[in-house]
T-cell receptor, first 113, second 110 residues
Framework: SQTIHQWPATLVQPVGSPLSLECTVE??????LYWYRQAAGRGLQLLFY??????ISSEVPQNLSASRPQDRQFILSSKKLLLSDSGFYLC????????????FGNGTRLTVT | GESVGLHLPTLSVQEGDNSIINCAYS??????FIWYKQESGKGPQFIID?????DKRQGQRVTVLLNKTVKHLSLQIAATQPGDSAVYFC?????????FGTGTSLTVIP
């Protein structure tokens, strides 16, 4: 069966510090991978998605970036965090094409102080 | 991007009653729709899905209805239980992208 791992679960970082969140998927190959952000009491905002190694699509302009160095690894990064980067970050995967649901990790609660 | 909106941000129901959560979507070309349940501090969990060539699909205690004419999706939960208390999101899927609404917070009153 497929599993998705996302870490860390919680993170407190000062403004201006770098960020690296990692996500890996097991039990499937060539998945579509996604990073979402969720503000408190709000919906899910799509940040990045990837349909293959080295292929990253960005949905919103920001100081975050994503990379996919391996087929089942997706990394969310920032060189300098802003206060507004605080939120709940969710990694997800789906099979390619339409008609396959997203499967989410347990999320990372990021607080920028 | 596309928007997926919900009619009601909060819903309170008595335990044992049926719950109906509504969702409006904007892209008439969307082919696939999904309902998720999110408990506090956790990632959304898949509940049920429906393709655009169907208008109804049933699962265990849940039913999803799709009305493509008015671009409306609903989730019905039968005999709502305290464990159903959570935030529910609908999502529409268009070519490698999934768009979510704000969510409806369901509270079940014992």
């Amino acid at each position: 069966s497929q599993t998705i791992h996302q870490w860390p679960a919680t993170l407190v970082q000062p403004v201006g510090s770098p960020l690296s969140l990692e996500c890996t998927v097991e039990g499937t190959s060539n998945p579509n991978l996604y990073w979402y952000r969720q503000a408190a009491g709000r919906g899910l905002q799509l940040l990045f998605y990837s349909v293959g190694i080295g292929q990253i699509s960005s949905e919103v302009p920001q100081n975050l970036s994503a990379s996919r160095p391996q087929d089942r690894q997706f990394i969310l990064s920032s060189k300098k965090l802003l206060l507004s980067d605080s939120g709940f970050y969710l990694c997800a995967w789906s099979r390619a094409g339409i008609g396959s649901p997203l499967h989410f990790g347990n999320g990372t609660r990021l607080t920028v102080t | 991007g596309e928007s997926v909106g919900l009619h009601l941000p909060t819903l309170s129901v008595q335990e044992g009653d049926n719950s109906i959560i509504n969702c409006a979507y904007s892209n008439s070309a969307s082919d696939y729709f999904i309902w998720y349940k999110q408990e506090s501090g956790k990632g959304p969990q898949f509940i049920i899905d429906i393709r655009s060539n169907m208008d109804k699909r049933q699962g265990q205690r849940v039913t999803v209805l799709l009305n493509k004419t008015v671009k409306h999706l609903s989730l019905q939960i039968a005999a709502t239980q305290p464990g159903d208390s959570a935030v529910y999101f609908c999502a529409e899927n268009t070519v490698n992208q999934f768009y979510f609404g704000t969510g409806t917070s369901l509270t079940v009153i014992p």
